[in-house]
């Protein structure tokens, strides 16, 4: 079993079985042969893939897992990108259904492949722009990497349930959302939640829950 991802899981009291651990070393043997051509990450080695994008998928999934347990859940990851948040959510949680919203015909590509080479059933790709169309109500709902929180909060809240959570990565410095923002896009902010990758430096998962209406 990879040990960088099964160390993680650990001290996220993330359970994993040893077949979900070599499915997520799978998936970043993927991104790696198709990184150059699709421009999918700027690591330089394996190893880089599983500190700094399946270990970050590793803890919106532990966040969800504490939430729902075993109970299925309707999960997506918004500006999916390479699959980094999302394929690592589908495969650690495999009774939730996973959605990666992409914008971007080429990546919707490769999801799709890494989806089929994986063989994963519980993971649909939508090539779509959150807030050009599509209705979504999602359970849970996480974005890494679109932008200040001001500008995808609203693009992101009206795809979240009532009662649901939108999950966003934010870096050192977390983004501050006005309340009137909040409110506009009825959600409430919830405390923020720490986390290191190891590297030294501090993370959050900046959480919202969608009022009840």
């Not at 849970?140 to 609203?154: N, Q, S």
């Not at 934010?170 to 590297?199: F, H, I, N, R, W």
Request: with cysteine; charged share 20%.
């Amino acid at each position: 079993m990879n040990p960088i991802i099964s160390a993680c899981a650990e001290n996220l009291h993330l359970p994993l079985c040893a077949r979900q651990i070599d499915l997520l070393e799978r998936y970043a043997g993927l991104v790696w042969q198709k990184k150059e051509t699709l421009n999918l990450t700027s690591v330089a080695d394996m190893r880089e893939i599983f500190t700094r994008h399946i270990c970050d998928g590793l803890q919106a999934a532990a966040y969800i897992y504490a939430r729902t347990g075993n109970t299925p859940a309707q999960v997506a990851d918004a500006g999916s990108g390479a699959g980094y948040i999302g394929i690592t959510c589908a495969v650690a949680l495999p009774g939730c259904t996973v959605t990666l919203v992409e914008s971007l015909q080429r990546r919707c590509a490769f999801l799709n492949w890494a989806v089929m080479m994986l063989g994963l059933k519980n993971v649909k790709v939508a090539n779509k722009r959150l807030g050009q169309g599509g209705n979504f109500s999602f359970d849970f709902l996480t974005e890494r990497a679109m932008g200040k929180l001001a500008d995808i909060l609203p693009l992101c809240a009206p795809a979240v349930a009532p009662g649901g959570l939108f999950i966003a990565y934010q870096g050192e410095q977390p983004d501050e959302v006005p309340v009137a923002m909040l409110e506009k896009c009825a959600v409430q902010a919830l405390p923020l939640t720490p986390y290191s990758l190891g590297d030294g430096k501090k993370r959050f998962l900046a959480v919202f829950k969608k009022e009840n209406k």
